[in-house]
C-alpha cells in the first residue's frame, strides 16, 4: 500500500462492514426491490449499522435506520461466516444462532444483491 491509497475495505470492524456492503452491492440484482436492514451485531465487533436499498440505490451507513423491514441480531463473526458461505444462513437462523424480526424471506433474498 502506498501512503496515498487507502487500506482496503475488511469486514473487520462495522465501518469496513459497511464498506464492503458497499463495495459488492450489484444495483441491476436489487432492481425494483426495496427493502431496509438493520443490524445488531455482538461479539468481538459490537454495534449497529444499516443497509436501505431502493431504486436499485444503496444506502448503508452506521447505526439504526428509523423503519427497517427486517432487523438481525447477531454475533459479528457468525455473520461474516454466513456471507463467506462457510455457514448455511437459513439453518444457522433455525438453529437460533442469530434472530431476526420482520421479513425474514426478503433477508435471504437480499444475498443475491450483493457480489460475494
Known amino acids: ?10 469486514h473487520d ?19 425494483g426491490r426495496s427493502l ?8 468481538r465487533v459490537s454495534g449497529v449499522c444499516h443497509a436501505c436499498i431502493t431504486n436499485s440505490a444503496l444506502t448503508a451507513g452506521l447505526g439504526p435506520t428509523p423503519a427497517p423491514d427486517v432487523a438481525v441480531t ?5 455473520w461474516r461466516r454466513i456471507l463467506a458461505h462457510e455457514v448455511d444462513g437459513l439453518i444457522a437462523w433455525q438453529e437460533g444462532r442469530y434472530t431476526t424480526t420482520g ?6 433474498e437480499s444475498d443475491l444483491w450483493f457480489r460475494r
Do not use: H, K, N
Not at 421479513?103 to 435471504?108: G, R, T
Open 13 to 31: 470492524d462495522l465501518s469496513g462492514y459497511v464498506a464492503a456492503m458497499r463495495a459488492t452491492f450489484d444495483p441491476a440484482a436489487a432492481a
Open 74 to 78: 447477531a454475533d459479528f463473526d457468525l
Open 103 to 108: 421479513d425474514f424471506e426478503a433477508l435471504m
Open 1 to 10: 500500500m502506498t501512503s496515498d491509497s487507502s487500506p482496503p475495505a475488511t
Open 36 to 43: 431496509a436492514i438493520q443490524y445488531t451485531f455482538t461479539g
